[in-house]
């Protein structure tokens, strides 16, 4: 017995650590829709291709989405509810959320759930298969993930300016937001990697510039920055850069540009000098299938610590507003 507990407890780690045992992992499941709707996630698959094949900034966007959400009170949808002039003021309003896309996609996705198996799916299960389908999409790994989340019956615009991280958060508290969730410090350098897709907008990078200039962490890239957003406060809203030099394909690149010197947001730049940190991103600059496998763990954890579950929330009819 004692035997049999010490061989199989590694594997157990190694298992949930990847994701892929069936078991329940904070009251979410691995086969939640079994029953109740055993096609969800090829008719999620399908329902997302044509937006994916037409737009290909969409993946980015859904990805990021799923961040945001799970940041605040947990991954409930709570982003994609619109104020409704009594509890509810949007997540949206928060400046965190500035650049934040496609939120009535997950709507139409749901439209067409609701289709197929009405009142059983939660929005907020949606929105991680869409994060999912996305990374998978844009040539990244395919992440197994748990499903049963409830969506939240409350959002406010407040909670999302204090959970959601700045740009210039330092590598500490980066560490501790995602730590506190389960997370390894490899694992949190791997969700990092999320800004392998995608784009970031001026307003997000010209603290790096003006009005005194990072000139010594920048170098050449600095000038590359100063000719996209060449005032402090943008002209315009709409100019934007891209996150890495792949920024429609998931892959390692993310982690060469940071060693390169070409980390965009303050928070890329600061885990490639690091000393607790640089090495890790060292090695996921060399070792890609070491990316995909962690950043595939950290996802998991990202997507389920702190969930509403069983009979907590509800199951929204629409996902912009409570039944
Ligand atoms: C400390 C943590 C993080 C900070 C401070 C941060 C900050 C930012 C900022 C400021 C932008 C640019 C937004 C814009 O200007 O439009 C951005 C973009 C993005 N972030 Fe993060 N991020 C963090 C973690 C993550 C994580 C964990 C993921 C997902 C796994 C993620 C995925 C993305 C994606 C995909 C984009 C591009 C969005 C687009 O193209 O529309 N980020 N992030
Ligand atoms: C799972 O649900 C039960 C009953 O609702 C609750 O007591 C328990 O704390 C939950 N576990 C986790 C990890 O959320
Ligand atoms: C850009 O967006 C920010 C945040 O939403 C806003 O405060 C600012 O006024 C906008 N700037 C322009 C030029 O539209």
């Known amino acids: 017995m004692t035997t049999l507990t010490l061989t199989l407890f590694p594997l157990l780690i190694c298992l949930s650590t990847v994701g892929f045992m069936d078991v329940t992992l904070a009251n979410l499941s691995y086969d939640h829709y079994h029953n109740s709707c055993p096609h969800l996630e090829s008719l999620v698959a399908k329902t997302l291709m044509p937006i994916f ?27 994609l509810l619109d104020s409704n002039g009594e509890s509810i003021s949007s997540e949206m309003l928060s400046g965190r959320n500035f650049g934040i ?6 709507d139409m996705v749901k439209r067409v759930v609701e289709a197929e198996c009405p009142t059983q799916v939660s929005c907020a299960d949606l929105i991680i298969l869409a994060a999912r389908e996305s990374v998978a999409f844009a040539g990244g790994p395919r992440i197994r993930v748990p499903l049963g989340r409830r969506d939240s019956t409350t959002a406010s615009n407040r909670r999302a300016d204090t959970y959601i991280p700045s740009s210039t958060v ?14 390894t410090m490899d694992e949190a350098i791997a969700i990092l990697g999320g800004h392998t897709l995608g784009v970031s907008h001026c307003i997000n990078v010209v603290n790096r510039l003006y009005p005194s200039y990072e000139s010594e962490k920048l170098g050449a890239f600095g000038i ?9 406060a943008p002209l315009t809203n709409l100019t934007f850069i891209p996150n890495d030099l792949t920024p429609f394909v998931f892959d390692n690149h993310y982690y060469k540009d940071l060693k390169a010197g070409r980390g965009l947001l303050s928070i890329d730049s600061s885990i490639s000098t690091d000393p607790r940190t640089a090495p890790i991103v060292d090695r996921f600059s060399r070792d890609s299938d070491y990316f995909f496998f962690t950043f595939s763990s950290a996802f998991v ?17 629409q996902c912009s507003q409570l039944n």
């Open 224 to 232: 590359y920055l100063r000719l996209n957003c060449p005032t402090m």
């Open 170 to 183: 330092s590598v500490d508290n980066m560490l501790r937001i995602f730590m506190s969730k389960g997370m």
């Open 101 to 106: 896309r496609r939120r009535e996609a997950i």
């Open 301 to 317: 954890k990202l997507s389920t610590v702190g969930v509403p579950t069983g009979k907590q929330g509800q199951i929204r009819n």
């Open 53 to 79: 094949l037409t737009d290909p900034t969409s993946p980015s966007a859904f990805l990021r989405l799923m961040f945001h959400d799970c940041q605040v009170q947990g991954c409930d949808a709570s982003i």
